[in-house]
């Protein structure tokens, strides 16, 4: 089994990169922890330096009259009824980048732009992470398609504590399926969650979880009306986490957006789903698997129509730097930039249909869950405040590097 901890926040302002790689080839190894795994630096504005960093927060553009209007996504019927293609706007299927919608912020002087949100104003599955093969439902809370396995995931990660969601399986056959699962933002969604090992699922046709594209018995199919729900258990982050978003913004069909890097899975990970070397005409088996390391006193419990059903994944591989990296950003490729997690996420294939319920509205929400647990819902409300917090943080940094030029 791989070695598990507890997640941690960035290293302290005296400890080195070089420092963090000997911990984590350590725990790799099996040996102990002894210090947070993690690379980014504590945030600590040395005006010595502030120079250096001048362009930082600067814009690239200016604001324009149209910026301040108001914008909602233009929906295209599909042959499909009730499903809509979205073509306006940015996908996070160009590797390596992310986007969110952004709006002019007066009130922020130097970085002028800040995130905002879109309709329908609540969690659902994301504009922007999915695949453009995908069609979504007015209100974003369901997916089909009408191709082969494509994926969407929702817009709000689970990063910490105890969250309960359900997936509500609207059309499941012979012919239509469906895998619900959750996944990290380096999980494919040109592919069924679980395809990878950035992701965990659950399989409707046979009830099987898989992960690393490896189906395991687990329970009974599930099909058209079921509800699974989900609950997920994270280690509490209990030590402060530094954000770096390092975004800028930028126009996409005259609608103002934030790009910036996205994560990548690595070439330990993707080896995962073919343990073997080759040498020469000769493929052999790795003799010394690489192991990830996961998360202590993490699982997912699952249950179908209210009924307890099991736990099929525990100690789920950890998310936080250095065990997730930044692509196309090799300088600052272990920075956390506040999107990691885990993601709720659905795939379909041709025609099938299922749907998210965050909350509070459940069908069969257990009684029994307990007071720590949250509803998925709940960590909207959060994300909106942290970012609001990390704005106001990155315009105090933006005019202290203004005035010191």
Partial sequence: MASTIPQKRPLEEDETLSESQEQLQSVSNGGPIS????????????????????????????????????????AIESKIEGF??????????????????????P??????????????????LSYFDRSNATLISEDLSSVTTD????????????QEGKVYLEFNIIKSDESSHVRIGIGRREASIEAPIGFDGYGYALRDKTGQKVHLSR??????????????????QLPIMTEFQDITRDQIAIRYRNRLYLEKF??????????????????GEKTVADTNPFLPISLTNSSITIF?????????FEDLYAFLPPFSELGKNKQNMFNNNGTLGYYP????FNGGIAELNPGPNFKFRPDDLGNDVKDYCELYGEKIAEEIVWDIIDEIEAELIHDSV
């Fill in 345 to 348: 996420t659905v795939s379909v």
């Fill in 35 to 74: 210090q947070p795994l993690s690379t980014t630096p504590s945030v600590k504005i040395e005006l010595s330096n502030l120079k250096s960093n001048m362009n930082k927060y600067q814009p690239y553009i200016s604001y324009k009259p149209t910026d301040f209007l108001y914008f909602e996504p233009h």
């Fill in 147 to 158: 191709r082969g396995w494509v994926s969407a995931r929702a817009s709000t990660p689970i």
């Fill in 215 to 232: 189906p395991c018995p687990f329970m009974d199919s599930f099909q058209t009306g079921d509800v699974i729900g989900f609950l997920i």
């Fill in 84 to 105: 809509y293609q979205i073509d306006d706007m940015p996908f996070n299927t160009r590797r390596g980048f992310q986007y969110s919608p952004s709006s002019p912020n």
């Fill in 304 to 312: 179908k129509n209210g009924k307890y059903i099991g736990v099929p």
């Fill in 107 to 124: 009130l922020l002087p130097i970085i002028k732009f800040s995130l905002t949100e879109l309709p329908p104003f609540k969690p659902t």
């Fill in 262 to 279: 996205d994560y990548i899975p690595n070439k330990k990970m993707e080896h995962l789903l073919n343990p073997m070397t080759v040498f």
